[in-house]
């Protein structure tokens, strides 16, 4: 995702706080270089230093099967957004189109059901 400089937003705890209030997320994998998505709620966690988000995938949904093979996993939220007009603007302007949204890059594991059960979910 391209973000000029000035809108890039670094703050661990505003990135957190829409992740809660946007956690219909879309997990991007690859199989054979195709790109593959599935949407579902997933919820950032933390623990310790550590971040991660969890979630749960259909066992029929063939992408279950990716995660653990991709070297990169992208987990995408978006939040509000909308047309700008040009003529909102008090100077000659293009309109344009705002939005919000996080990509979190990583890798990703699938729990087993001890852990599962132990309430990492």
Not at 49 to 59: E, F, L, R, S
């Amino acid at each position: 995702m391209y973000i000029p400089k000035y809108f890039k937003v670094t703050d661990i705890d505003e990135i957190r706080e829409f992740v809660q209030m946007n956690s219909f997320g879309t997990i991007v994998t690859t199989k054979q270089g195709k790109p593959i998505a599935t949407h579902l709620p997933l919820e950032l966690n933390k623990e310790g230093d550590n971040y991660y988000i969890t979630g749960y995938m259909a066992y029929g949904n063939p992408q279950w099967r990716t995660l653990e093979t991709c070297e990169d996993v992208l987990v995408m939220y978006q939040g509000p957004h909308a047309y700008i007009s040009s003529s909102w603007y008090g100077h000659e302007n293009v309109p344009t189109w705002n939005y919000q949204a996080v990509h979190v890059y990583g890798t990703a594991s699938i729990l087993n059901e001890e852990e599962l059960q132990q309430g990492l979910i």
